[in-house]
């Protein structure tokens, strides 16, 4: 492992945020079809309030696990969105200072646990509907080590006009220096980013994104809805029991070639996939977290299993997941241990209610792995893949390494 980076090389966050509404439904015993019966007063507990969104889950946890964090979201002139803002300066008073203040109504999520089910939300997406390419502030990307953006799938100005507004958003930020990344959110079909062609919209941004990190679901829709509508069909809702390695071979080679360098797929409670481009003058673009051996990165094709942990909630797993590869890339370490600084810092994200307060700072969680952390099963098809046992990750026969 390299350094630790310093204090003045930080990660900046931007894209979408708004204010999470987590009521406490522990105590409800009723079903699922029960507890929704029209009329019912369902009896709940202190309800957690808490900021979501890529910018700040994912700025939270790369904040908690020890890395210095800058973040870029818009926010209304109004109780939400002083609300963001107190919660973000709970962490550090600076937190906060990134954030644009609109005349828009603050975006927020109310967040439904109920126990035993899914997480149900429902969204409002306020002042990120406008938030637009300038709304970044590029003069202080120069000095810092990645950019990060989070859900254009939820703000309207990103995925309107063919996402041209995207595009120039991801190409300033790549030309001011640092390395970036890209995550995405769930649509609904009938939404009219669900309605949006987004394959050309993909071609237009991945070049300019190194890193790429969306769930499987969420691509596969995006890239194929007919495929996708097939697989949630034949499995009954859930299209991860329909996936296997050729299906996470074929999405990842189809983003890589349309230009990313490395994508990251999450996969739930299957854990997180991971292939990088065959093309090392690719990864040596990648900007300051570039890996220093790009021969090491190049070609991989590898799935980490998630670590076993008691799960109170999976608010913001994916985003601190997201946060674990970051906060591995900047700190250096090969892509098998990336791979699993991912899924570690999901699994700590579980064990707490809210979306980041699970988070360990990096040394902690980094010994926690160190002492034999268990691993959970995987249920994916993945014929002809070896486990590394002592990697706790599985290979691909196509990984560089199984060559």
Not at 66 to 90: A, H, N, S, W, Y
Not at 132 to 157: E, I, K, N, Q
Request: hydrophobic share 40%; charged share 20%.
């Amino acid at each position: 492992m390299t350094a630790t980076p310093s204090s003045n090389a930080y990660a900046v966050m931007a894209g979408h945020i708004c204010l999470d509404i987590i009521p406490n439904l522990d105590r409800q015993t009723k079903s699922f079809e029960e507890l929704l019966a029209p009329g019912n007063l369902l009896v709940a507990d202190p309800a957690v309030l808490s900021t979501g969104g890529a910018v700040s889950n994912t700025g939270l946890a790369l904040h908690r696990l020890g890395l210095p964090v800058r973040m870029m979201g818009k926010v209304g002139r109004d109780l939400f969105g002083e609300g963001i803002q107190t919660v973000l300066r709970r962490y550090g008073e600076s937190l906060a200072e990134g954030m644009i203040v609109s005349d828009d109504p603050s975006s927020y999520t109310l967040v439904l646990n109920f126990p035993g089910v899914d997480r149900i939300f429902l969204h409002c997406p306020g002042a990120n509907d406008t938030f637009c390419a300038d709304d970044v502030d590029y003069a202080a990307l120069p000095s810092a080590r990645w950019f990060h953006f989070g859900y254009p799938t939820l703000m309207r100005r990103m995925f309107c006009n063919g996402g041209e507004e995207f595009e120039a958003l991801m190409r300033r930020a790549k030309q001011a220096g640092p390395t970036t990344s890209v995550d995405l959110a769930w649509v609904d079909p009938s939404s009219q980013a669900g309605q949006t062609d987004w394959p050309p919209i993909l071609r237009r941004t991945l070049p300019f994104t190194d890193v790429f990190l969306p769930s499987l679901d969420e691509i596969v829709y995006m890239l194929d809805r007919e495929r996708f509508f097939a697989l949630q069909t034949a499995g009954g809702g859930n299209i991860l029991s329909q996936a296997d390695g050729a299906l996470l071979g074929e999405t990842a080679g189809r983003l890589i070639d349309m230009g990313v360098a490395v994508v990251a797929l999450k996969l739930g409670d299957q854990g997180l996939y991971l292939r990088t481009t065959d093309d090392t003058d690719r990864l040596r673009v990648m900007g300051p977290c570039a890996p220093a051996d790009p021969s090491a990165w190049a070609g991989r094709e590898m799935l980490a299993p998630c670590f076993r942990v008691q799960v109170a909630g999976t608010t913001g797993s994916g985003d601190c997941t997201i946060a674990g590869v970051l906060a591995g890339l900047l700190h250096g370490l090969s892509a098998e241990l990336t791979l699993t600084a991912g899924v570690a810092t999901g699994a700590c994200n579980v064990e707490a209610l809210d979306a980041t307060s699970g988070i360990r700072p990096w040394d902690e969680m980094q010994a926690r792995i160190a002492a034999g952390w268990d691993r959970r099963d995987v249920a994916l098809a993945l014929p002809g893949w070896r486990y590394d046992e002592s990697e706790g990750l599985y290979h691909s026969p196509n990984d560089r390494a199984e060559k």
